[in-house]
Protein backbone atom coordinates (compact mmCIF):
# COMPACT_ATOMS: atom_id res chain seq x y z
CA UNK A 1 0.00 0.00 0.00
CA UNK A 2 1.19 3.27 -0.70
CA UNK A 3 2.29 4.98 2.70
CA UNK A 4 1.14 8.51 1.34
CA UNK A 5 -2.48 6.78 1.31
CA UNK A 6 -2.33 5.07 4.86
CA UNK A 7 -4.39 6.52 8.04
CA UNK A 8 -0.92 7.75 9.65
CA UNK A 9 -0.10 10.17 6.41
CA UNK A 10 -3.99 11.19 6.46
CA UNK A 11 -4.23 12.11 10.01
CA UNK A 12 -0.58 13.83 10.12
CA UNK A 13 -1.58 15.60 7.23
CA UNK A 14 -4.72 16.91 9.04
CA UNK A 15 -2.64 17.49 12.52
CA UNK A 16 -0.52 19.61 10.19
CA UNK A 17 -2.73 21.60 8.41
CA UNK A 18 -4.45 22.39 12.13
CA UNK A 19 -1.44 22.94 14.17
CA UNK A 20 -0.33 25.61 11.37
CA UNK A 21 -3.78 26.98 11.19
CA UNK A 22 -3.49 27.38 15.36
CA UNK A 23 -0.07 29.20 15.02
CA UNK A 24 -1.24 31.43 11.71
CA UNK A 25 -4.29 32.82 14.15
CA UNK A 26 -1.65 33.30 16.72
CA UNK A 27 1.42 34.77 15.01
CA UNK A 28 -1.23 36.82 12.90
CA UNK A 29 -2.07 38.79 16.68
CA UNK A 30 1.50 38.60 18.08
CA UNK A 31 2.84 40.45 14.91
CA UNK A 32 -0.12 43.23 14.64
CA UNK A 33 0.80 43.66 18.59
CA UNK A 34 4.10 44.12 17.52
CA UNK A 35 3.35 46.57 14.62
CA UNK A 36 1.08 48.78 17.55
CA UNK A 37 3.80 48.70 18.97
CA UNK A 38 6.33 49.90 16.74
CA UNK A 39 3.92 52.68 16.10
CA UNK A 40 3.61 53.42 19.81
CA UNK A 41 7.50 54.63 19.79
CA UNK A 42 7.28 56.58 16.63
CA UNK A 43 4.47 58.34 18.60
CA UNK A 44 7.25 58.75 21.50
CA UNK A 45 9.81 59.91 19.18
CA UNK A 46 7.18 62.56 17.73
CA UNK A 47 6.27 63.54 20.83
CA UNK A 48 10.28 64.29 21.92
CA UNK A 49 10.43 66.20 18.46
CA UNK A 50 7.04 68.29 19.56
CA UNK A 51 8.70 69.00 22.89
CA UNK A 52 12.08 70.28 21.37
CA UNK A 53 10.12 72.09 18.35
CA UNK A 54 8.18 73.91 21.35
CA UNK A 55 10.90 75.30 22.92
CA UNK A 56 12.57 76.38 19.63
CA UNK A 57 9.01 78.44 19.30
CA UNK A 58 8.37 80.03 22.99
CA UNK A 59 8.66 82.57 24.04
CA UNK A 60 10.67 83.68 20.92
CA UNK A 61 11.11 81.56 17.46
CA UNK A 62 15.13 80.52 17.19
CA UNK A 63 14.87 78.92 13.37
CA UNK A 64 18.21 77.95 14.07
CA UNK A 65 17.28 75.66 16.84
CA UNK A 66 14.17 75.36 14.90
CA UNK A 67 15.73 73.14 12.11
CA UNK A 68 18.65 71.95 13.91
CA UNK A 69 15.77 69.87 15.52
CA UNK A 70 13.76 69.12 12.39
CA UNK A 71 17.47 67.86 10.83
CA UNK A 72 18.02 65.56 13.90
CA UNK A 73 14.50 64.23 13.42
CA UNK A 74 14.82 63.23 10.09
CA UNK A 75 18.48 61.23 11.02
CA UNK A 76 16.03 58.54 13.38
CA UNK A 77 15.59 55.20 11.64
CA UNK A 78 12.48 55.10 9.88
CA UNK A 79 11.70 58.87 9.55
CA UNK A 80 11.24 60.12 6.29
CA UNK A 81 10.10 63.72 7.24
CA UNK A 82 10.00 66.06 9.74
CA UNK A 83 8.16 69.38 9.55
CA UNK A 84 6.98 72.37 11.91
CA UNK A 85 4.32 74.56 10.75
CA UNK A 86 2.62 77.79 12.41
CA UNK A 87 -1.00 77.88 13.35
CA UNK A 88 -2.17 79.12 10.00
CA UNK A 89 -0.04 76.22 7.97
CA UNK A 90 2.78 77.83 6.99
CA UNK A 91 5.68 75.89 6.77
CA UNK A 92 8.53 77.08 9.56
CA UNK A 93 10.55 74.37 9.05
CA UNK A 94 10.99 71.27 6.84
CA UNK A 95 13.57 68.25 6.38
CA UNK A 96 13.40 69.45 2.46
CA UNK A 97 14.16 73.67 2.59
CA UNK A 98 12.47 74.15 -0.15
CA UNK A 99 8.81 73.30 1.28
CA UNK A 100 9.38 76.25 4.14
CA UNK A 101 7.45 78.70 3.77
CA UNK A 102 4.92 76.94 1.94
CA UNK A 103 1.26 76.50 2.86
CA UNK A 104 -0.55 73.19 2.00
CA UNK A 105 -3.70 72.36 1.59
CA UNK A 106 -3.76 68.58 1.24
CA UNK A 107 -6.58 66.80 3.26
CA UNK A 108 -3.32 65.37 5.59
CA UNK A 109 -2.14 68.85 6.34
CA UNK A 110 -6.05 70.12 7.22
CA UNK A 111 -6.42 67.38 9.39
CA UNK A 112 -2.91 67.96 11.25
CA UNK A 113 -4.34 71.64 11.63
CA UNK A 114 -7.04 70.79 13.33
CA UNK A 115 -6.25 68.12 15.13
CA UNK A 116 -6.56 68.56 18.76
CA UNK A 117 -4.42 65.82 20.17
CA UNK A 118 -1.45 63.37 19.09
CA UNK A 119 -3.04 61.76 15.14
CA UNK A 120 -1.86 59.29 13.42
CA UNK A 121 -2.36 59.36 9.76
CA UNK A 122 -2.25 56.80 7.23
CA UNK A 123 -0.95 57.25 3.57
CA UNK A 124 -0.11 55.83 0.37
CA UNK A 125 2.61 56.88 -2.01
CA UNK A 126 2.87 56.92 -5.65
CA UNK A 127 4.54 53.32 -5.97
CA UNK A 128 1.71 51.83 -4.15
CA UNK A 129 3.92 51.62 -0.20
CA UNK A 130 1.99 52.43 2.70
CA UNK A 131 4.05 55.55 4.83
CA UNK A 132 2.35 57.09 8.59
CA UNK A 133 2.30 59.98 10.02
CA UNK A 134 2.52 61.59 13.36
CA UNK A 135 1.04 64.58 13.95
CA UNK A 136 1.36 66.52 17.45
CA UNK A 137 -0.30 70.04 18.01
CA UNK A 138 2.34 72.80 19.70
CA UNK A 139 0.32 74.67 22.85
CA UNK A 140 1.33 76.49 25.40
CA UNK A 141 -1.76 76.46 27.84
CA UNK A 142 -4.73 77.44 25.72
CA UNK A 143 -2.37 78.81 23.02
CA UNK A 144 -1.70 77.18 20.33
CA UNK A 145 2.32 77.96 18.71
CA UNK A 146 1.69 75.30 15.87
CA UNK A 147 1.88 71.62 14.50
CA UNK A 148 4.89 69.18 14.17
CA UNK A 149 4.50 66.49 11.73
CA UNK A 150 6.97 63.60 11.53
CA UNK A 151 6.59 61.04 8.71
CA UNK A 152 7.93 57.63 8.25
CA UNK A 153 7.44 54.18 6.48
CA UNK A 154 7.08 50.80 7.07
CA UNK A 155 10.68 49.70 6.82
CA UNK A 156 11.68 49.54 10.83
CA UNK A 157 8.02 47.71 11.16
CA UNK A 158 9.35 45.18 8.23
CA UNK A 159 12.84 44.60 9.62
CA UNK A 160 11.13 44.46 13.31
CA UNK A 161 8.46 41.96 12.03
CA UNK A 162 10.65 40.00 9.88
CA UNK A 163 13.10 38.71 12.66
CA UNK A 164 9.18 37.70 14.46
CA UNK A 165 8.23 35.84 11.29
CA UNK A 166 11.61 33.83 11.18
CA UNK A 167 10.58 32.45 15.24
CA UNK A 168 7.42 31.79 13.86
CA UNK A 169 8.31 30.21 10.66
CA UNK A 170 10.72 27.98 13.24
CA UNK A 171 8.01 27.48 15.38
CA UNK A 172 5.96 26.38 13.13
CA UNK A 173 8.06 23.75 11.19
CA UNK A 174 9.05 22.51 15.02
CA UNK A 175 5.61 21.97 16.22
CA UNK A 176 4.29 20.60 13.06
CA UNK A 177 7.16 17.93 12.67
CA UNK A 178 6.40 17.64 16.30
CA UNK A 179 2.80 17.02 15.65
CA UNK A 180 3.54 14.63 12.08
CA UNK A 181 5.91 12.36 14.14
CA UNK A 182 3.14 11.91 16.83
CA UNK A 183 0.54 11.29 15.38
CA UNK A 184 2.40 8.56 13.36
CA UNK A 185 3.67 7.12 16.75
CA UNK A 186 -0.01 7.36 18.11
CA UNK A 187 -2.00 6.02 15.12
CA UNK A 188 0.64 3.46 14.55
CA UNK A 189 -0.46 1.94 17.76
CA UNK A 190 -3.81 2.71 17.63
CA UNK A 191 -4.09 0.43 14.61
CA UNK A 192 -1.69 -2.42 15.42
CA UNK A 193 -4.06 -4.81 14.84
CA UNK A 194 -5.72 -3.38 11.70
CA UNK A 195 -3.57 -5.10 9.25
CA UNK A 196 -4.07 -8.27 11.23
CA UNK A 197 -7.73 -7.85 10.37
CA UNK A 198 -7.13 -7.18 7.08
CA UNK A 199 -4.95 -10.22 6.40
CA UNK A 200 -7.32 -12.33 8.19
CA UNK A 201 -9.93 -10.95 6.11
CA UNK A 202 -7.94 -12.04 2.80
CA UNK A 203 -7.74 -15.65 4.29
CA UNK A 204 -11.66 -15.83 4.96
CA UNK A 205 -12.42 -15.05 1.70
CA UNK A 206 -10.09 -17.73 0.51
CA UNK A 207 -12.35 -19.84 2.41
CA UNK A 208 -10.31 -20.70 5.50
CA UNK A 209 -12.87 -20.01 8.21
CA UNK A 210 -10.81 -21.16 10.85
CA UNK A 211 -8.59 -17.83 11.06
CA UNK A 212 -9.05 -15.57 14.11
CA UNK A 213 -7.38 -12.11 15.67
CA UNK A 214 -5.96 -12.32 18.73
CA UNK A 215 -6.01 -8.74 19.93
CA UNK A 216 -7.27 -8.41 23.73
CA UNK A 217 -7.63 -4.43 24.54
CA UNK A 218 -10.77 -3.41 25.40
CA UNK A 219 -10.97 -0.12 23.72
CA UNK A 220 -12.71 0.29 20.09
CA UNK A 221 -10.46 -1.74 17.84
CA UNK A 222 -10.50 -4.77 20.74
CA UNK A 223 -14.15 -4.93 20.52
CA UNK A 224 -14.03 -4.71 16.89
CA UNK A 225 -11.25 -7.71 16.81
CA UNK A 226 -13.91 -9.89 19.01
CA UNK A 227 -16.63 -9.26 16.92
CA UNK A 228 -14.89 -9.98 13.55
CA UNK A 229 -13.73 -13.26 15.56
CA UNK A 230 -17.25 -13.44 16.23
CA UNK A 231 -18.49 -13.34 12.65
CA UNK A 232 -15.44 -15.80 11.09
CA UNK A 233 -17.25 -18.15 13.34
CA UNK A 234 -21.00 -17.51 12.34
CA UNK A 235 -19.65 -17.50 8.51
CA UNK A 236 -17.96 -20.95 9.49
CA UNK A 237 -20.95 -22.71 10.79
CA UNK A 238 -23.36 -20.69 7.90
CA UNK A 239 -20.79 -21.75 4.90
CA UNK A 240 -20.04 -25.44 6.13
CA UNK A 241 -23.76 -25.29 6.35
CA UNK A 242 -24.22 -23.99 2.47
CA UNK A 243 -21.27 -26.33 1.31
CA UNK A 244 -23.71 -29.32 2.60
CA UNK A 245 -26.77 -27.89 1.55
CA UNK A 246 -24.64 -27.43 -2.18
CA UNK A 247 -23.85 -30.78 -2.28
CA UNK A 248 -27.05 -32.60 -1.71
CA UNK A 249 -28.45 -30.38 -4.65
CA UNK A 250 -25.80 -31.51 -6.35
CA UNK A 251 -26.03 -34.90 -5.49
CA UNK A 252 -29.81 -34.53 -6.59
CA UNK A 253 -29.13 -32.75 -9.66
CA UNK A 254 -26.87 -35.11 -10.98
CA UNK A 255 -28.20 -38.18 -9.64
CA UNK A 256 -32.02 -37.83 -10.75
CA UNK A 257 -33.27 -39.83 -13.06
CA UNK A 258 -35.01 -37.14 -14.79
CA UNK A 259 -33.11 -34.95 -17.65
CA UNK A 260 -32.91 -30.71 -15.99
CA UNK A 261 -31.22 -28.30 -18.04
CA UNK A 262 -30.67 -24.34 -16.64
CA UNK A 263 -30.44 -22.55 -19.04
CA UNK A 264 -30.13 -17.90 -19.11
CA UNK A 265 -32.59 -16.04 -20.86
CA UNK A 266 -30.65 -15.79 -23.79
CA UNK A 267 -30.43 -19.91 -24.23
CA UNK A 268 -26.68 -20.38 -22.77
CA UNK A 269 -26.34 -23.43 -21.03
CA UNK A 270 -25.72 -22.85 -17.46
CA UNK A 271 -26.22 -26.84 -16.21
CA UNK A 272 -27.01 -29.96 -17.76
CA UNK A 273 -26.90 -33.13 -15.73
CA UNK A 274 -25.71 -36.69 -16.52
CA UNK A 275 -29.32 -38.09 -17.02
CA UNK A 276 -29.83 -35.10 -19.67
CA UNK A 277 -26.55 -35.76 -21.55
CA UNK A 278 -27.71 -39.16 -21.82
CA UNK A 279 -31.56 -38.73 -22.76
CA UNK A 280 -30.07 -35.94 -25.83
CA UNK A 281 -27.53 -37.93 -26.57
CA UNK A 282 -24.76 -34.80 -26.12
CA UNK A 283 -22.09 -37.03 -24.43
CA UNK A 284 -19.43 -35.71 -22.67
CA UNK A 285 -18.88 -32.33 -23.93
CA UNK A 286 -21.60 -29.81 -22.70
CA UNK A 287 -23.44 -28.10 -26.05
CA UNK A 288 -23.32 -24.28 -25.85
CA UNK A 289 -26.91 -23.73 -25.64
CA UNK A 290 -30.04 -25.25 -25.73
CA UNK A 291 -30.80 -25.07 -29.87
CA UNK A 292 -27.46 -26.96 -29.75
CA UNK A 293 -28.56 -29.40 -27.34
CA UNK A 294 -31.27 -30.19 -29.04
CA UNK A 295 -30.09 -30.64 -32.51
CA UNK A 296 -31.62 -33.71 -34.18
CA UNK A 297 -35.09 -33.14 -31.89
CA UNK A 298 -37.99 -31.70 -33.02
CA UNK A 299 -38.82 -29.44 -30.63
CA UNK A 300 -42.59 -28.14 -29.47
CA UNK A 301 -42.35 -25.05 -28.24
CA UNK A 302 -38.97 -24.20 -30.39
CA UNK A 303 -35.84 -23.34 -28.51
CA UNK A 304 -36.68 -19.30 -29.72
CA UNK A 305 -40.87 -19.49 -29.25
CA UNK A 306 -39.63 -21.26 -25.69
CA UNK A 307 -37.01 -18.15 -24.45
CA UNK A 308 -39.64 -15.49 -26.08
CA UNK A 309 -42.97 -16.31 -23.87
CA UNK A 310 -44.00 -15.35 -20.40
CA UNK A 311 -45.58 -18.39 -18.85
CA UNK A 312 -44.51 -19.45 -15.83
CA UNK A 313 -44.68 -23.30 -16.21
CA UNK A 314 -44.30 -24.10 -20.25
CA UNK A 315 -45.13 -28.06 -21.41
CA UNK A 316 -42.49 -29.13 -23.58
CA UNK A 317 -41.66 -32.08 -25.95
CA UNK A 318 -38.68 -33.70 -28.13
CA UNK A 319 -38.92 -35.92 -30.25
CA UNK A 320 -37.27 -38.09 -32.72
CA UNK A 321 -37.78 -40.58 -35.48
CA UNK A 322 -34.04 -41.65 -35.84
CA UNK A 323 -32.25 -44.28 -35.11
CA UNK A 324 -35.05 -45.12 -33.13
CA UNK A 325 -38.56 -43.62 -31.67
CA UNK A 326 -37.68 -41.52 -29.02
CA UNK A 327 -39.99 -38.96 -27.23
CA UNK A 328 -39.26 -36.85 -24.07
CA UNK A 329 -41.88 -34.84 -21.99
CA UNK A 330 -42.01 -32.47 -19.70
CA UNK A 331 -42.17 -28.86 -18.51
CA UNK A 332 -39.88 -25.39 -18.49
CA UNK A 333 -39.92 -23.65 -15.54
CA UNK A 334 -39.55 -19.69 -15.77
CA UNK A 335 -37.57 -18.58 -13.35
CA UNK A 336 -36.66 -15.27 -11.33
CA UNK A 337 -39.25 -12.14 -12.06
CA UNK A 338 -39.95 -10.44 -15.51
CA UNK A 339 -37.92 -7.86 -14.26
CA UNK A 340 -35.07 -9.85 -13.23
CA UNK A 341 -35.34 -13.23 -15.36
CA UNK A 342 -32.64 -15.95 -13.96
CA UNK A 343 -33.57 -18.40 -17.14
CA UNK A 344 -35.34 -21.20 -17.26
CA UNK A 345 -34.79 -24.69 -16.01
CA UNK A 346 -36.01 -27.65 -18.23
CA UNK A 347 -37.18 -30.81 -16.43
CA UNK A 348 -37.89 -33.53 -18.50
CA UNK A 349 -37.91 -37.78 -19.15
CA UNK A 350 -38.18 -40.91 -21.91
CA UNK A 351 -42.36 -41.07 -22.56
CA UNK A 352 -41.79 -42.50 -25.53
CA UNK A 353 -43.29 -45.82 -24.14
CA UNK A 354 -46.09 -43.23 -22.02
CA UNK A 355 -47.00 -41.29 -25.09
CA UNK A 356 -47.46 -45.14 -27.20
CA UNK A 357 -50.10 -46.07 -24.55
CA UNK A 358 -51.52 -43.00 -24.33
CA UNK A 359 -52.43 -43.04 -28.37
CA UNK A 360 -53.13 -46.63 -28.36
CA UNK A 361 -55.80 -46.28 -25.40
CA UNK A 362 -56.82 -43.17 -27.35
CA UNK A 363 -57.17 -45.39 -30.35
CA UNK A 364 -58.81 -48.12 -28.37
CA UNK A 365 -60.81 -46.02 -26.86
CA UNK A 366 -62.28 -44.28 -30.14
CA UNK A 367 -62.74 -47.54 -32.30
CA UNK A 368 -64.84 -49.19 -28.79
CA UNK A 369 -67.05 -46.21 -28.70
CA UNK A 370 -67.76 -45.90 -32.45
CA UNK A 371 -68.02 -49.87 -32.34
CA UNK A 372 -70.27 -50.09 -29.15
CA UNK A 373 -72.82 -46.81 -30.96
CA UNK A 374 -74.13 -49.26 -33.83
CA UNK A 375 -75.09 -52.27 -31.80
CA UNK A 376 -76.88 -49.87 -29.43
CA UNK A 377 -78.98 -47.98 -31.93
CA UNK A 378 -79.88 -51.50 -33.59
CA UNK A 379 -81.39 -52.22 -29.86
CA UNK A 380 -83.50 -49.45 -28.90
CA UNK A 381 -84.71 -49.82 -32.39
CA UNK A 382 -86.10 -53.31 -31.83
CA UNK A 383 -87.03 -52.37 -28.17
CA UNK A 384 -88.95 -49.43 -29.97
CA UNK A 385 -90.56 -51.94 -31.81
CA UNK A 386 -91.26 -54.53 -29.43
CA UNK A 387 -92.77 -51.84 -27.00
CA UNK A 388 -94.96 -51.28 -29.61
CA UNK A 389 -96.64 -54.02 -29.71
CA UNK A 390 -97.77 -53.73 -26.02
CA UNK A 391 -101.18 -55.23 -26.58
CA UNK A 392 -99.30 -58.70 -26.83
CA UNK A 393 -97.29 -58.68 -24.29
CA UNK A 394 -98.03 -59.44 -20.44
CA UNK A 395 -96.81 -56.81 -17.27
CA UNK A 396 -93.87 -58.66 -16.80
CA UNK A 397 -92.54 -58.41 -20.18
CA UNK A 398 -93.85 -54.82 -20.54
CA UNK A 399 -91.57 -54.00 -17.43
CA UNK A 400 -88.74 -56.22 -18.42
CA UNK A 401 -88.59 -54.47 -21.69
CA UNK A 402 -88.67 -50.82 -19.83
CA UNK A 403 -85.73 -51.79 -17.62
CA UNK A 404 -83.92 -52.98 -21.05
CA UNK A 405 -84.43 -49.54 -22.21
CA UNK A 406 -83.58 -47.53 -19.53
CA UNK A 407 -80.40 -49.36 -19.21
CA UNK A 408 -79.32 -49.17 -22.91
CA UNK A 409 -80.52 -45.55 -23.21
CA UNK A 410 -77.94 -45.03 -20.16
CA UNK A 411 -75.16 -46.90 -21.75
CA UNK A 412 -76.03 -45.09 -25.14
CA UNK A 413 -75.29 -42.16 -23.24
CA UNK A 414 -71.78 -43.89 -21.70
CA UNK A 415 -70.99 -44.37 -25.35
CA UNK A 416 -71.46 -40.77 -26.38
CA UNK A 417 -69.47 -39.45 -23.31
CA UNK A 418 -66.67 -42.13 -24.46
CA UNK A 419 -67.12 -41.08 -28.01
CA UNK A 420 -67.09 -36.61 -27.16
CA UNK A 421 -64.18 -37.30 -24.70
CA UNK A 422 -62.31 -39.10 -27.41
CA UNK A 423 -62.13 -35.60 -29.64
CA UNK A 424 -60.53 -33.83 -26.57
CA UNK A 425 -58.57 -36.43 -24.57
CA UNK A 426 -55.75 -33.70 -24.84
CA UNK A 427 -55.91 -30.19 -25.07
CA UNK A 428 -53.23 -30.31 -27.81
CA UNK A 429 -55.22 -32.26 -30.19
CA UNK A 430 -58.36 -30.42 -29.93
CA UNK A 431 -59.43 -28.52 -33.45
CA UNK A 432 -61.53 -25.60 -31.64
CA UNK A 433 -64.26 -24.33 -33.83
CA UNK A 434 -64.71 -20.45 -32.12
CA UNK A 435 -67.49 -18.12 -32.89
CA UNK A 436 -68.34 -14.96 -30.95
CA UNK A 437 -70.22 -16.33 -28.08
CA UNK A 438 -72.40 -15.07 -25.06
CA UNK A 439 -71.52 -17.10 -22.23
CA UNK A 440 -75.01 -16.59 -20.44
CA UNK A 441 -76.98 -18.08 -23.72
CA UNK A 442 -74.32 -21.22 -23.68
CA UNK A 443 -75.17 -21.60 -20.06
CA UNK A 444 -79.03 -21.37 -20.23
CA UNK A 445 -78.86 -23.82 -22.89
CA UNK A 446 -76.22 -26.19 -20.46
CA UNK A 447 -79.29 -26.08 -18.32
CA UNK A 448 -81.90 -27.15 -20.18
CA UNK A 449 -79.61 -29.88 -21.20
CA UNK A 450 -79.28 -31.73 -17.70
CA UNK A 451 -82.55 -33.56 -17.06
CA UNK A 452 -81.03 -34.02 -13.44
CA UNK A 453 -81.44 -30.24 -12.87
CA UNK A 454 -85.56 -30.88 -12.66
CA UNK A 455 -85.09 -33.80 -10.10
CA UNK A 456 -86.32 -34.07 -6.97
CA UNK A 457 -85.09 -32.17 -3.90
CA UNK A 458 -83.13 -30.12 -6.43
CA UNK A 459 -82.49 -26.58 -5.80
CA UNK A 460 -81.10 -24.40 -9.07
CA UNK A 461 -79.73 -20.63 -8.37
CA UNK A 462 -78.74 -19.16 -12.04
CA UNK A 463 -77.34 -15.53 -11.72
CA UNK A 464 -78.33 -14.32 -14.86
CA UNK A 465 -78.46 -11.09 -14.90
CA UNK A 466 -74.36 -10.84 -13.85
CA UNK A 467 -73.82 -12.98 -16.95
CA UNK A 468 -76.14 -11.10 -19.33
CA UNK A 469 -73.98 -8.11 -19.13
CA UNK A 470 -70.65 -9.54 -19.68
CA UNK A 471 -69.19 -9.53 -23.28
CA UNK A 472 -69.17 -11.72 -25.93
CA UNK A 473 -66.10 -14.21 -26.52
CA UNK A 474 -64.37 -16.24 -28.69
CA UNK A 475 -65.03 -19.82 -28.11
CA UNK A 476 -66.41 -22.91 -28.86
CA UNK A 477 -70.01 -22.77 -28.32
CA UNK A 478 -70.59 -26.45 -28.17
CA UNK A 479 -67.82 -27.41 -25.92
CA UNK A 480 -68.27 -24.74 -23.34
CA UNK A 481 -71.54 -26.23 -23.23
CA UNK A 482 -70.50 -29.76 -22.81
CA UNK A 483 -67.97 -28.28 -20.33
CA UNK A 484 -70.87 -26.53 -17.71
CA UNK A 485 -73.64 -29.84 -18.35
CA UNK A 486 -71.18 -31.84 -16.98
CA UNK A 487 -70.27 -29.44 -14.11
CA UNK A 488 -74.18 -29.14 -13.44
CA UNK A 489 -74.59 -33.03 -13.29
CA UNK A 490 -72.11 -33.52 -11.44
CA UNK A 491 -73.51 -30.79 -9.02
CA UNK A 492 -76.76 -33.18 -8.48
CA UNK A 493 -75.09 -36.80 -8.88
CA UNK A 494 -72.87 -37.00 -6.34
CA UNK A 495 -74.67 -35.12 -4.12
CA UNK A 496 -76.41 -37.77 -1.61
CA UNK A 497 -78.57 -34.74 0.46
CA UNK A 498 -82.16 -34.80 0.59
CA UNK A 499 -81.86 -31.09 -0.91
CA UNK A 500 -79.60 -30.31 -3.57
CA UNK A 501 -78.38 -26.93 -3.71
CA UNK A 502 -76.70 -25.74 -7.17
CA UNK A 503 -75.78 -22.24 -7.88
CA UNK A 504 -74.18 -21.12 -11.32
CA UNK A 505 -72.69 -17.43 -11.27
CA UNK A 506 -70.29 -16.11 -14.03
CA UNK A 507 -67.75 -13.39 -13.15
CA UNK A 508 -65.25 -11.13 -15.52
CA UNK A 509 -61.74 -12.56 -14.76
CA UNK A 510 -58.22 -10.92 -17.27
CA UNK A 511 -60.43 -9.65 -19.85
CA UNK A 512 -62.31 -13.13 -19.64
CA UNK A 513 -64.76 -15.20 -18.05
CA UNK A 514 -65.19 -17.58 -14.91
CA UNK A 515 -68.00 -20.36 -14.63
CA UNK A 516 -68.95 -21.49 -10.89
CA UNK A 517 -70.83 -23.63 -10.12
CA UNK A 518 -71.45 -24.34 -6.48
CA UNK A 519 -73.21 -27.17 -4.62
CA UNK A 520 -73.75 -28.51 -1.10
CA UNK A 521 -72.26 -31.35 -0.74
CA UNK A 522 -69.90 -33.28 1.23
CA UNK A 523 -67.14 -31.03 -0.29
CA UNK A 524 -63.49 -32.95 -1.42
CA UNK A 525 -60.79 -33.97 0.51
CA UNK A 526 -58.12 -32.42 0.70
CA UNK A 527 -55.68 -35.21 -1.13
CA UNK A 528 -58.42 -35.79 -3.58
CA UNK A 529 -58.80 -32.29 -5.14
CA UNK A 530 -55.38 -32.98 -7.16
CA UNK A 531 -56.80 -36.26 -9.01
CA UNK A 532 -60.51 -34.87 -9.53
CA UNK A 533 -59.69 -34.08 -13.39
CA UNK A 534 -57.62 -36.89 -14.18
CA UNK A 535 -59.87 -39.51 -16.78
CA UNK A 536 -61.48 -42.41 -15.36
CA UNK A 537 -61.32 -40.99 -11.90
CA UNK A 538 -64.02 -41.11 -9.21
CA UNK A 539 -63.80 -41.06 -5.35
CA UNK A 540 -64.55 -43.93 -3.30
CA UNK A 541 -68.12 -45.49 -2.98
CA UNK A 542 -68.36 -45.03 0.46
CA UNK A 543 -67.47 -41.48 0.33
CA UNK A 544 -69.74 -40.09 -2.70
CA UNK A 545 -72.19 -42.34 -2.85
CA UNK A 546 -70.84 -43.45 -6.62
CA UNK A 547 -72.91 -44.02 -9.35
CA UNK A 548 -72.28 -45.20 -12.76
CA UNK A 549 -69.77 -43.24 -14.95
CA UNK A 550 -66.46 -42.98 -16.56
CA UNK A 551 -65.17 -40.54 -14.21
CA UNK A 552 -64.29 -38.80 -17.38
CA UNK A 553 -66.69 -35.68 -17.36
CA UNK A 554 -64.24 -33.67 -15.06
CA UNK A 555 -61.18 -34.29 -17.36
CA UNK A 556 -63.28 -32.96 -20.07
CA UNK A 557 -63.73 -29.78 -18.80
CA UNK A 558 -60.00 -29.65 -18.10
CA UNK A 559 -58.93 -30.04 -21.30
CA UNK A 560 -62.03 -27.64 -22.82
CA UNK A 561 -60.91 -24.78 -20.61
CA UNK A 562 -56.69 -25.80 -21.46
CA UNK A 563 -57.34 -25.84 -25.03
CA UNK A 564 -59.27 -22.63 -24.93
CA UNK A 565 -55.63 -21.33 -23.36
CA UNK A 566 -57.70 -21.13 -19.67
CA UNK A 567 -57.83 -23.37 -16.50
CA UNK A 568 -59.97 -25.20 -14.53
CA UNK A 569 -60.49 -26.36 -10.63
CA UNK A 570 -62.26 -26.78 -7.29
CA UNK A 571 -61.91 -24.93 -4.07
CA UNK A 572 -64.32 -25.82 -0.99
CA UNK A 573 -66.96 -23.36 -0.99
CA UNK A 574 -67.97 -21.66 1.69
CA UNK A 575 -70.67 -22.83 4.10
CA UNK A 576 -69.45 -26.37 3.02
CA UNK A 577 -69.36 -28.29 -0.26
CA UNK A 578 -67.90 -27.59 -3.29
CA UNK A 579 -66.80 -24.94 -6.13
CA UNK A 580 -66.17 -26.49 -9.70
CA UNK A 581 -64.99 -23.31 -12.02
CA UNK A 582 -63.56 -23.01 -15.60
CA UNK A 583 -62.15 -19.84 -16.79
CA UNK A 584 -62.28 -19.10 -20.51
CA UNK A 585 -59.47 -16.00 -22.20
CA UNK A 586 -61.27 -13.22 -23.63
CA UNK A 587 -58.85 -13.06 -27.32
CA UNK A 588 -56.16 -15.51 -26.62
CA UNK A 589 -56.58 -18.23 -29.26
CA UNK A 590 -56.36 -22.13 -28.53
CA UNK A 591 -53.23 -24.16 -29.39
CA UNK A 592 -55.19 -24.76 -32.77
CA UNK A 593 -58.64 -23.42 -34.64
CA UNK A 594 -60.36 -24.85 -37.38
CA UNK A 595 -60.58 -22.90 -40.54
CA UNK A 596 -63.72 -21.22 -41.16
CA UNK A 597 -66.88 -22.92 -41.09
CA UNK A 598 -65.40 -25.36 -38.04
CA UNK A 599 -64.13 -28.90 -38.41
CA UNK A 600 -66.51 -32.00 -37.29
CA UNK A 601 -66.19 -33.74 -34.08
CA UNK A 602 -67.22 -37.28 -35.25
Request: proline letters at 6%.
Amino acid sequence: MNPLRSVAAKLSLLTSLFVLGVIALMSRGVLAQIERGLVGQMQVRAQFFARSAREALFPKLDPFSLNFHVQEAVKEKAVTYAAVVGPDGTVLSHSDPRLIGEKPDDPLSVRARAAKDVLLQRRTLADGAVAYEIDVPLTVGSHRLGTARLGFDQSSIREALAAQKRRLVELAALATAAAVLGTILIVGWITRPLPRLAAAAREIGRGRFDVRVDWRSDDEIGRLARAFNDMASANAVLFAAIRQEKEKLATIFEETREGMIWIDPAGRLLLINRSAKTLLGAGEKEPADLAAALAGFQAKPAPGELLAGAARITPLEFSRKEPKLLILSGVADRLGTPEEPAGLLLVFHDATVEKRGETLARSFLAIVSHKLRTPLAVALGYLEILQAEGDRLDEAQKAALDKIRREDEHLQSLVEKLIAFATVQSPEGIVLDKVPTRIVEVIDEAVRGVPALSGPGVALTWRREAAAALPELPADRALVRASVANLLENAVKFNRGQRKEVEVSVSAEGGGVRVSVRDNGPGIPSEERPKLFRKFYQIDDDFTGQVPGFGLGLAFVRNVAEAHGGAAGVRPAEGGGSEFWLVLPGAAPGPKEAPAGGAGRG
